[in-house]
């Protein structure tokens, strides 16, 4: 069924790494993605991965997939008071008639 | 310009006016969204058009009718809505609607109070 699970709330202090998970149920999904939403702005699509890679590293993003246990997390390097905003893990797949499902977004608070 | 945009930006309404949102996209993308996003919630898909038809209505209700006039351009309008429609009406755009073209960029929202 459809269902993407995120821990709701992370907190952490502005320089060091920061880590949200994400766990998807779909065990046809191909491409998994990761948007950013800051305070009444749109969503922001950071990065994405396709289900048959493990890892995908794009400046200050670190994205691991684990299939197996169909586990997905994105780690921001060095994190800053600018990437303070909620973090949408999502998912696409054939079965799901190709439309996005979103969790429920992890608020991300960086402390000074 | 990988840019969507959105107008208005804030929109006030009462129940029974009449009133349309709009979203441009100029990335060349034949898949575009409309979506609702509740507070602190996830976005809810409310319509897909693929290649300017149609595609996924999520059995939304008729006071909200979309438009897609040509590639680039969505419309939403709205008619005799209820204070509970009051959200952000984000609209999005996908070079496709499969495999690698299904990445989505959203505009910034059209923040909508229903009075």
């Known amino acids: 069924g459809e269902d993407v699970e995120q821990s709701l709330f992370l907190s952490v202090r502005e320089g060091d790494s920061s880590v949200i998970n994400c766990t998807y149920t779909d065990s046809s999904s191909t491409y998994l993605y990761w948007y950013k939403q800051e305070p009444g702005a749109g969503l922001q699509l950071l990065t994405y991965?396709?289900?048959?890679?493990d890892m995908k590293q794009d400046q200050r993003l670190t994205v691991l997939l684990n299939k197996k246990d169909k586990h997905l997390s994105l780690r921001i390097a060095d994190t800053q008071t600018g990437d303070s905003a909620i973090y949408f893990c999502a998912e696409s797949g054939v079965e799901y008639g190709n439309k996005l499902v979103f969790g429920a977004g992890t608020i991300l608070r960086v402390k000074s | 310009d990988t840019e969507v945009t959105q107008t208005p930006k804030h929109l006030v309404m009462g129940m029974t006016n009449k009133k349309s949102l709009k979203c441009e996209q100029h990335?060349?993308?034949?898949?575009m969204y409309w979506y609702k996003q509740k507070a602190k919630k996830p976005p809810e898909l409310m319509f897909v058009y693929s290649y300017e038809k149609l595609s996924i209505n999520e059995s939304v209700p008729s006071r909200f009718s979309p438009e897609c006039p040509n590639s680039s351009l969505l419309n939403l309008h709205l008619h005799a809505l209820q204070p509970e429609d009051s959200a952000l009406y984000l609209c999005a755009s996908s070079p496709g609607t499969s495999g690698i073209s299904y990445e989505q960029y959203f505009g910034p929202g059209t923040r909508l109070t229903v009075t």
């Open positions: 991965i396709f289900s048959n890679m």
């Open positions: 990335m060349g993308h034949r898949a």
